[in-house]
């Protein structure tokens, strides 16, 4: 029930799923209002990021303007150059009560040489666009808590700005995480994405004339080489969702030797952490087999990708509910309760699920005529498209839907952390 712009909830077991639909229409009136007054203003700074592309812990042009537009906003505080990087920034409304604790991520960065083909600059504009319209429906509701947008740098390769903020505690006493991605396949909030990790190996043997006294070298390559035979053969094991590419970096000097040297790269892939961490033991297994089989002797360095994603239920359904109430409902359609859209790409958002609730959401955007998809020339196009910022906003409203109910009903975060430790057990 509504009294003078107030929701009143005495208690769940009271409200009908009427009643539900209606709270959620009621608040997304709101939202819906306030977002389309800041349309006009978030266009050029959409326009203005998508124009002056800026690669990873680089995104100087975005961190101010940015910044410069948070401060602009009534009651918002604004860190810039947050957390010892240049590039990160923090913005905070606080109602000055104590409450739930809702947070957004905001990407900047580009590709080399491609611009905004990833398009994050329509993803620091929906989180922008949302923690803006979460924090006016909390002043007008009198809700307490904080709304906080997190100016995260360097996602694409393998920078992890989040992961650098979640390790220097910006995260903590955060509730929930809410991000979005576009593409050009789904709509989805309730998205998993891969864990990886890249490997570094080499071998080093003995070198010796090959022809004259092969005897006394030691092959590294014929160990790179077994290693790489070995991995091929791990291959046939493998689970479907588990991806090991390898490449070598260096074969040795000159046919005529024994090589003293030879060195390769593995990538490897998996649903989740837990069984990266499996699969990691079994190519390192492959790469011993080289050493062993040679007498050469191995050296591996493990560079830390990112997490797969986690995606909370409670949150995706919250998100899920708002996105099917606003008209004009685009293709596709959101998947069925539970449904998991699978993301054959990684983002440093995966390590963030695996410390607080988080949404990933996908979104489509208008494809161009090849059908381009992220990391593609035509994809910098179309994300800089009048279109592509439509539905940036419209995944804009569905989040600030999503805090706004975590904000307003104490038993939805309830529910939110417990889903989100049943996740945590499932997957290790
Ligand atoms: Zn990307
Ligand atoms: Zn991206």
């Not at 290693?227 to 991806?243: E, F, G, H, W």
């Not at 040297?261 to 952490?273: D, E, K, L, N, P």
């Not at 995706?316 to 790409?345: C, F, H, N």
Request: glycine letters at 8%; one cysteine or more.
């Amino acid at each position: 029930m509504e009294v003078d712009d107030f929701i009143i909830v005495s208690s769940e077991e009271d409200l009908t799923d009427l009643d539900y639909r209606n709270m959620a229409d009621n608040i997304l009136t709101d939202i819906d209002m306030l977002i389309e007054e800041l349309r006009e203003t978030l266009w050029p700074l959409n326009r203005f990021i998508h124009k002056n592309p800026e690669l990873a812990f680089k995104e100087y042009k975005a961190h101010d303007s940015l910044t410069e537009f948070m401060r602009k906003q009534e009651g918002w505080k604004v860190t810039s150059s947050a957390y010892g990087m240049e590039t990160a920034w923090v913005a905070t409304y606080d109602s000055g009560q104590a409450g739930p604790v809702v947070s957004f991520n905001a990407e900047m960065d580009a590709l080399p040489n491609l611009g905004h083909a990833c398009g994050h600059n329509l993803i620091a504009i929906a989180s922008v666009a949302a923690s803006l319209a979460t924090a006016r429906v909390m002043k007008r509701r009198n809700l307490t808590g904080k709304v906080i947008v997190f100016g995260t740098p360097g996602e694409e390769g393998t920078g992890g700005g989040k992961i650098r903020l979640l390790e220097a505690g910006a995260f903590e006493g955060v509730d929930i995480s809410l991000i979005s991605h576009p593409g050009i396949f789904n709509n989805s909030p309730f998205v998993r994405t891969t864990a990886f990790v890249r490997l570094e190996v080499e071998y080093h043997g003995r070198a010796a004339h090959a022809a004259n006294s092969p005897w006394l070298g030691i092959n590294a390559l014929d160990a790179l080489v077994i290693c790489y035979n070995a991995i091929s053969a791990l291959r046939q094991q493998t689970m479907p969702s588990d991806v090991i590419g390898m490449n070598i970096t260096n074969g040795g000097a000159a046919p005529n030797i024994i090589h003293a040297f030879a060195a390769g790269a593995i990538v490897i892939r998996a649903a989740s952490t837990h069984r990266l961490q499996e699969l990691q033991e079994k190519v390192l297994s492959c790469v011993q087999a080289g050493a062993v089989a040679t007498g050469a002797e191995e050296k591996v360095k493990v560079i830390k990708g990112y997490a797969d994603h986690v995606p909370n239920r409670v949150l995706a359904r919250s998100y899920t509910k708002y996105w099917k109430l606003m008209p004009g409902v685009p293709d596709p359609p959101i998947p069925p309760e539970g449904q998991v859209t699978w993301v054959k790409a990684s983002t440093d958002q995966g390590n963030i699920s695996y410390a607080l609730p988080s949404v990933n959401a996908s979104f489509a955007i208008p494809p161009g005529p090849n059908r381009g998809p992220p990391h593609s020339p035509e994809f910098e196009k179309i994300s800089g498209t009048k279109d592509a910022f439509e539905r940036s906003l419209r995944v804009a409203k569905a989040l600030a839907g999503t805090a706004v109910d975590v904000i307003s009903e104490p038993r939805l975060l309830d529910e939110v952390k417990r889903q989100w430790k049943r996740d945590m057990n499932d997957i290790s």
